[in-house]
C-alpha cells in the first residue's frame, strides 16, 4: 500500500506524526484531498478540522482540529505547520463549548460598540471554539 508521512507542528513541538493513505483538509481555496504521490505544492488552511486515514487500519481515522496554518506537500510528507492542532481524542469539548459562549458575548459586546478589530478577533475565537466542538465531538 503507497503512503505518506504527515506531520502537524506547532510552537509546542510536533502534535502529530504517523503514515497515512489519506488526507483531506480545507484550504483558503476549498477543500483537498491528498493521496500518497500528490504533486509538491503549498497550500493556507482554513480553521478547520483535518481528515487522516491511516495505513495501519483502512477504517482508522484520526481527526485533528487546526486553527488555520500552511501544508506543504513534498516528495510524501505532508507538514503542516499551524499554532494550534489538538486531536479529537485530546480536546475537551465542555471546555470549547465555554470558549465559544464567551467569544458569543465578546462579539455582541463588539458590535455594541462598533469595535471592528475586537469584532474580528471573536468571530476568530467563535471560529476556533465551534471547530474544537465539531472535531472534539467525532
Known amino acids: 500500500m503507497a503512503e505518506m508521512t504527515v506531520q502537524i ?3 509546542d513541538g510536533i502534535r502529530y506524526d504517523h503514515h497515512a493513505a ?3 483538509c480545507k484550504t483558503q481555496e476549498g477543500e483537498l484531498g491528498i493521496l500518497p504521490g500528490h504533486i509538491n505544492m ?3 488552511l482554513a480553521i478547520d478540522e483535518i481528515k487522516v486515514r491511516r495505513i495501519d487500519d483502512e477504517n482508522h ?8 496554518g500552511i501544508l506543504e506537500v513534498a516528495n510524501d510528507i505532508v507538514t503542516i505547520i499551524s499554532d494550534s492542532a489538538e ?3 485530546d480536546i475537551d469539548v ?9 467569544a458569543e458575548r465578546a462579539m455582541e459586546e463588539a458590535q455594541k460598540a462598533q469595535n471592528i478589530d475586537m469584532e474580528r478577533r471573536a468571530t476568530v475565537a467563535l471560529q476556533r471554539a465551534i471547530n474544537r466542538i ?3 465531538n467525532k
Open 42 to 44: 503549498v497550500a493556507v
Open 9 to 11: 507542528v506547532t510552537p
Open 94 to 102: 465542555s471546555r470549547a463549548e465555554r470558549a465559544k459562549l464567551r
Open 134 to 136: 465539531r472535531v472534539g
Open 87 to 89: 486531536r479529537a481524542r
Open 61 to 68: 481515522v484520526d481527526w485533528i482540529a487546526v486553527n488555520g
Open 22 to 24: 489519506f488526507l483531506l
